[in-house]
């Protein structure tokens, strides 16, 4: 039978969208192709300003959503020479994520995801699983992150304790113990911060290789102040997004600094930011870990991987690439196992990293 299937990923990066096709024949897993496309600065400042309230939003939304299945679809066709003939099984669709609030309000809270998965269907032909993160908030849990368990399946070790980093606008580690145990969580911002500071001073989308970062020095007191919000000291299960970490929550860090920090200085600390709170977080969950492999955006961010190095003596720093997926075909990829596990009736959650009462088959199918 066949098992090909696409993956697309949009993350709090808002860089664009990032899908791959993935041959699971034989129980494996081969990436056959990948393929970006970037959003159109009026799309990507739209998503972004979505993610805090705002005028005729539902509206403003809806018309979001089809521009961005626009995009997806540009990407499935960009991958479908890849298949070769092949049929293609299903797309698995995340969306763009633009408010995330488990168990608030109501005890139950949300997780909006724009997407038009109808669209997409219809304009590849292609069955679409798409909600993949509605079921496991419905079960009690956080509905992120739901990559660990693709992590635990690409990336585990028996008998050795590794720690996986996803860096993207926020960053979150997916734990795996020598004995088969998986965890995982959000840790806090990772490049959203940073690239926020980098287009405001520099005009840029984002500091390349964290070159301008590495010009300046991590002004500790700010590290202090930033480490010292109440999110980082909440107990697992967490997580996070632009709804804790965004321009106004930097904007009141630096006005409580009482004094002036330049602003590669800001950009250093940002960046030593996202390393500290990620090697906290491994040393308290798996302080036995040896190596860390890091995917997503960050881990092309030389100055961010060198500072986690710094930060974890003792432990191998290293991009996913080494492990045969590179850092930015990595979430992707996983959403496309998590597709596939829908069309198999299999969970895609962990309950142990969520919070959920238990397993769940994740996501709602639009057939070809």
Not at 126 to 154: I, K
Not at 159 to 179: K, R, T, W
Request: aromatic share 4%; glycine share 12%.
């Amino acid at each position: 039978m066949d098992e090909l299937y696409i993956g697309l990923m949009s993350g709090t990066s808002l860089d664009g969208v990032d899908g791959v096709l993935v041959d699971f024949a034989g129980g494996g897993l081969e990436v056959r192709a990948h393929a970006h496309r970037p959003f159109e600065p009026a799309l990507r400042a739209e998503l972004l300003a979505l993610n805090a309230p705002g005028d005729n939003e539902l509206h403003r939304a809806a018309l979001a959503a089809n521009a961005l299945a626009g995009v997806c679809a540009e990407v499935v066709e960009a991958l479908r020479p890849a298949a070769a003939g092949r049929p293609v099984r299903a797309v698995g669709a995340h969306g763009q994520t633009v408010r995330h609030r488990p168990g608030q309000f109501d005890g139950i809270g949300y997780t909006l995801q724009l997407n038009a998965p109808a669209l997409l269907a219809e304009r590849c032909g292609l069955a679409v699983v798409a909600d993949l993160r509605s079921r496991d908030l419905a079960a009690g849990g956080q509905a992120a992150p739901l990559v660990p368990a693709f992590h635990r399946e690409r990336f585990g070790r028996p008998g050795e304790d590794v720690a996986v980093a996803n860096v993207g606008g926020i960053a979150n580690l997916s734990l795996l113990a020598a004995d088969g145990g998986v965890l995982g969580f959000d840790c806090g911002p990772g490049n959203a911060l940073m690239d926020l500071w980098c287009q405001r001073h520099l005009g840029r989308p984002f500091d390349a290789d964290g070159a301008w970062g590495a010009s300046g020095q991590v002004d500790e007191a700010l590290l202090r102040a930033a480490l010292a919000d109440p999110w980082f000291a909440l107990p697992p299960p967490k997580s996070t997004g632009r709804d804790d970490f965004h321009a106004a929550w930097l904007d009141a860090l630096l006005a409580r600094a009482g004094s002036s920090v330049a602003p590669e200085n800001v950009q250093a600390t940002l960046c030593e930011l996202s390393a500290r709170s990620i090697a906290l977080d491994l040393r308290r969950a798996l302080p036995a870990a040896r190596e860390l492999l890091v995917c997503g955006g960050g881990a092309l961010n030389g100055a961010l991987m060198r500072r986690l190095a710094a930060a974890l003596p003792g432990c191998r720093v290293a991009s996913t690439a080494e492990r045969g997926l590179p850092p930015l075909q990595v979430e992707a990829t996983a959403f496309a196992w998590l597709a596939r596990a829908h069309v198999h009736g299999r969970p895609g959650n962990v309950p142990a990293v969520t919070g959920a009462r238990g397993p769940r088959v994740l996501g709602a199918l639009y057939p070809a």
